[in-house]
């Protein structure tokens, strides 16, 4: 096992963590696929409202390529297509049958799997539109399926609050994540990395013979593009493909089943949730059916994914595919009265400002940004956090005078959008925007 030591990264220290209990949630009336939230799809709809899907129709594809497919996560009517400003499709809803039909898709057993033609097996993950969950670094897109990549990194846990935790979601499923490591196998001719943290020692005895690289250190450790940056030996790496560890159940249910699966482990969290744990439940899953009883009274703000990477949602809307994760905020709409005056002993920053420097406690995180965008201040707190040695406060100048060269040299490709630069930033700099989206700019170009 390769150890990764990450000494940089950040402990955000936010009240509201999810127990480790697990319970299963009632079926809900509706599910919903949410296109708006998936990064670089464009969607083009091949349903309309009143038709009647299986699980695993087609619900819309990638105009880039027709070829990748989005899948109903649900059986039932067609009964809602949400669209936004310009037509955006924001969410196909679906109001689940009594007793839902499947599509039925090509299975593999273990010994299908060895005996197949690599091709064979990206065909079935296409066809049983899952294919977008395997992620190309650096640019984070799907991978065009006529490349093979030199690895593909497996992540098994995430750090930022508040995800999953693996020793829930693969509890009982051992079996059908080996399964998912050995379709892996088949996709690329290097090597198969499983990392998991150092901590998680459930995780590593039971896996010992998998994980390829443990890393120890704060958020995001995890993430295949640090593991990568600290890790790699050639240039050719940066084209390593990653899938998340339950996305991989995911696409090892497929092969296996032969269905669209629609099982996921969930968490509900954050301060202004009361029932804060894992719950059973299934892709596409309405954020009220998550909430309901289980959500304090007043101003909320639903983040669907994770606190620092995740979208705002409203309460009517749904979690897609890519979010295992429902965090309840405070919105943070009060003023705060003589706030100059007050000495912040709960008040959550990375510098030392506030007396909170002095409080070993978890913090009550609202939205509330505390003024607006100022000045860069050259405190140097982001080129302390970033976890790939970038200096984001001088790539954000450069994409800014549009120096595209510059930004590169200064590393914009390996940033791994984490989102620490722009959350310890005093002056509210919106750093993860502004690199996230040149690097799509790039790319776009690139391409
Ligand atoms: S520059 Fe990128 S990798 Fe570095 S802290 Fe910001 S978002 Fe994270
Ligand atoms: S954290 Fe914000 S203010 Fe400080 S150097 Fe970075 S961009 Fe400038």
Redesign the pocket.
Known sequence: MVPVHLKKGYRLRIAGAPSPQSSGLTKPAHVAAVPERIPFVKPRLRVKVNDRVQVGSLLFEDKRNPDIQFLSPGGGKVVKIGLGPRRVIQEIVIELDEEESFRELQAFSESDLEAADGKDIVQAIIEGGLWPLIRMLPFRDWPDPKTTPPYVFVTVGNLEPFHPRPEIFLNGREDLFRFGVKILNRLTDGQVYVGASQRDDVVISEFEDLITHTYRGDYPAHDAGVLLYHTKSAPSDNRTWYIDAQDLLLLAELLQTGRYPTRRTVVLAGSMANQRQHYQTRIGVPLRHLMEDRAEEGDIRCIAGGILTGYTSSKDSFLGIFETGLNLLPAGNEREVLASFQPGFRKPSYSRTFLSAFNRGDFVMNCNIHGGVRA???????PDVCPVDIL??LT?KCILVEAVEESLAHGLLDCVECGL?SY????K?E?LDTLRNAKAAYYKEQA
């Open positions: 860069c201040i050259a405190c140097n707190h982001c984001p406060q954000y630069c310890v930033c005093p002056s700099i750093l």
